[in-house]
Structure formats: C-alpha cells, structure tokens
C-alpha cells in the first residue's frame, strides 16, 4: 500500500501563498487518483481539491476555486497544492489522501489512505 508524507505547510499573513507537496511512497503514484481535505479545530473535514491518475481531470470546492491549483508529478511521485490569496478561513490541517478509485471524488470515505497532515495558518 502507499504511504503519503506532507509537507510544505506554516504561518503566511492574509493574502500569501504556500505550496503543499505531497510524497507517496510504496507503490506508483500513478495508481491513485488524489485528494486534499482539510480540518480546522471543531469542524468537520472537507474537500479542498482532488485530481485523476493521470492529472487529465480535477476538481475544487467552491470556496478555493481560482485560489488555489492541484497538480501531479508521477514522475516525482508527489502531489502538490498551490495556495494564493490565502485567507484566515483557510487555517487548517491539510490532508493529501489517495484513493484507486479512477475520478475525482469529494468525500473523504471513499480514500482509503492519508497522510498525517500538514498544518496551514494564515493571519490577518
């Protein structure tokens, strides 16, 4: 199975950016179709982004649309979240989760393996 290893979070002022990385390792990256959730204290966790096995296809929740971009290097076996404009609302646990399912998918059941998260906080 595949272990997923994030990294890439911190602290950025309201309107900055952060770029979350995603290693997979144990098998191909290119197995999975991927996805980031995210959990702040008290709240449940959510679909921020996903992306098929080969990249052809993704997928936002409204709130990060033309924020933020999910991308994939097979190659690399890592997945990336590029993060702009970030807000305060955006503080949070950042997940990546993978999935052998072939589409994107918004709920988090259907991944069956995740990282261990990376944490996101932005100050206003």
């Known amino acids: 199975q595949v272990q997923l290893v994030e990294s890439g979070g911190g602290l950025v002022q309201a309107g900055g950016s952060l770029r979350l990385s995603c290693a997979a390792s144990?098998?191909?990256?290119?197995?999975?179709?991927m996805g980031w959730f995210r959990q702040a204290p008290g709240k449940e966790r959510e679909f921020v982004a996903g992306?098929?096995?080969?990249?052809?296809?993704?997928a936002y929740a409204d709130s990060v649309k033309g924020r933020f971009t999910i991308s994939r290097d097979n190659a690399k076996n890592t997945v990336y979240l590029e993060m702009n404009s970030l807000k305060p609302e955006d503080s949070a646990e950042y997940y990546c989760?993978?999935?052998?399912?072939?589409?994107?998918?918004?709920?988090?059941?259907?991944?069956?393996?995740w990282g261990q998260g990376t944490q996101v906080t932005v100050s206003s």
């Open positions: 989760a993978a999935t052998v399912l072939w589409s994107v998918y918004s709920v988090a059941k259907q991944y069956a393996y």
């Open positions: 992306i098929t096995r080969t990249g052809g296809n993704t």
């Open positions: 144990g098998r191909p990256l290119s197995t999975y179709s």
